[in-house]
Structure formats: C-alpha cells, structure tokens
Nanobody, 124 residues
C-alpha cells in the first residue's frame, strides 16, 4: 500500500509561484511512477504531469508545459510540483498520485493510489 499526503497548497497571486510536495509512506517512493492531477469544481480530474521511477522521464499536459515542473527525491520519499506563472484558471484541487505500472500514469493518465488533495487558488 502507498499512502500519499500533499502539502504546499494555498492562495497565490496570478503570475506567482507555488511548490507542492507529496510525501509517500507504506512503501518506498522509488517503486512507483508518480504524477500530479488537478480537478476544478464540475470538471473531470485532469492529468498534469508524470515522472518515472528514477526521475529520468517526465511528461506534461500541454496546459502546464513550460510553467510546471515535476521532480522527485526518492531518498526523501517525496515528489514535487513546481508551479510558475500561475493563472486563475489553475485554481483547483491538486492531487498526488502513484502507480507501480508506469503506463497507468504516463500513458493512461490514471493511477492506483491518490492523495487527499490540496487546494490551490490563484487570484487575479
């Protein structure tokens, strides 16, 4: 089992930056492909970014490419999402996700394990 806990969400002004963290427990983070998703009210959960077990491969939704960066520190059992140039439309609940099958996150844009979510609000 993997337990995921997000932190770092909050209120930020448009154009600002925020760094989300996701701490994993239950098994080592290195065993899982990791990802970040977001969900706004009334919208489906959306894939934002994924990162391979070693951190060597990443992919991004075009909506955040060039603005967001996913990274991981397996020694700390933590994955990060650096969010720059934030826009009001980025306002959503952000979820950390994990899956032992890389295809799930990187290809199917889904996952087996989810955090509880952290709210990000971007003001104009």
């Amino acid at each position: 089992q993997v337990q995921l806990v997000e932190s770092g969400g909050g209120l930020v002004q448009a154009g600002g930056s925020l760094r989300l963290s996701c701490a994993a427990s239950g098994r080592t983070l290195s065993r899982s492909t990791m990802g970040w998703f977001s969900q706004a009210p009334g919208k489906e959960r959306e894939f934002l970014a994924g990162i391979s077990r070693s951190g060597g491969i990443t992919n991004y939704n075009n909506s955040v490419k060039g603005r967001f960066t996913i990274s991981r520190d397996n020694a700390k059992n933590t994955v990060y999402l650096q969010m720059n140039s934030l826009k009001p439309e980025d306002t959503a609940v952000y979820y950390c996700a994990a899956d032992p099958n890389e295809l799930q996150i990187m290809g199917r844009h889904t996952a087996s394990y989810w955090g509880q979510g952290t709210q990000v609000t971007v003001s104009s």
